[in-house]
């Protein structure tokens, strides 16, 4: 089945603890990107990846990082995080960048301490 | 970035009736599309306009673009009660070099 998949699920830590949410897709698909979406903010976007080695900016990329090693995944890394960064986070995956359908994951719902 | 932003924020209608809802955006664009999300679950693609066209059907949904309005709808015909969710749209500036910015999304509730 083509899916996008997300680990944790749900994770809660404490202020400064490093953690790192996994994504990965099956679907040999080149682009990938990280979002959060927070009440009444709507979804916004932190990295996105065009291609293995390849990584940039979204709208908010303060506090986070990424990287993209292998083509199926793109994890995220807090390294140390703060209570600002509790949200819901969804990785999203398409064919080929934002001219393409997106396929996004579960979500992983964060809370720091 | 530009970002869509959906109007109304709240649509509260009874089975059977059709919803609209209504996404501006500030700049060019080479696509629109609209998701659904149901209560804190990932993002379902919807339908997906790009800037050259002016409508798309798929099934019970009807997308239109105006560029030269930078507006787009979303119409839900015959809505069913599994239709409650939230519903946003999300534009893309060019091939992909770049981000997609999602509006705040409206949330619409099917009354049975």
């Known amino acids: 089945e083509a899916q996008v998949t997300q680990n944790p699920r749900y994770l809660i830590t404490v202020t400064g603890k490093k953690l790192t949410v996994t994504c990965s897709q099956n679907m040999n698909h080149e682009y990938m990107s990280w979002y959060r979406q927070d009440p009444g903010l709507g979804l916004r976007q932190i990295y996105y990846?065009?291609?293995?080695?390849?990584?940039d900016k979204g709208d908010v990329p303060e506090g986070y990082k990424v990287s993209r090693k292998e083509k199926r995944n793109f994890p995220l890394i807090l390294e140390s995080p703060s209570p600002n960064q509790t949200s819901l986070y969804f990785c999203?995956?398409?064919?080929?960048?934002?001219?393409?359908?997106?396929?996004f994951g579960p979500g992983t719902r964060l809370t720091v301490l | 970035s530009q970002q869509g932003e959906e109007d109304p924020q709240a649509l509260s209608i009874q089975e059977g009736e059709n919803a609209t809802m209504n996404c501006s955006y500030k700049?060019?664009?080479?696509?629109l599309q609209w998701y659904r999300q149901n209560s804190g679950r990932g993002l379902v693609h919807l339908i997906l306009?790009?800037?050259?066209?002016r409508e798309k059907h798929s099934g019970r949904l009807r997308v239109t673009l105006d560029t030269s309005k930078k507006s787009s709808s979303l119409l839900i015909t015959a809505s069913r009660a599994a239709d409650t969710a939230s519903y946003f749209c999300?534009?893309?500036?060019?091939?992909?070099?770049?981000?997609?910015?999602f509006g705040k999304g409206t949330h619409l509730i099917i009354q049975p």
């Open positions: 700049t060019s664009i080479n696509n």
């Open positions: 306009i790009r800037s050259n066209e």
């Open positions: 999203a995956s398409s064919l080929g960048g934002t001219a393409h359908e997106q396929f």
């Open positions: 999300a534009t893309g500036e060019g091939g992909g070099a770049d981000g997609l910015t």
């Open positions: 990846s065009m291609n293995v080695e390849v990584t």
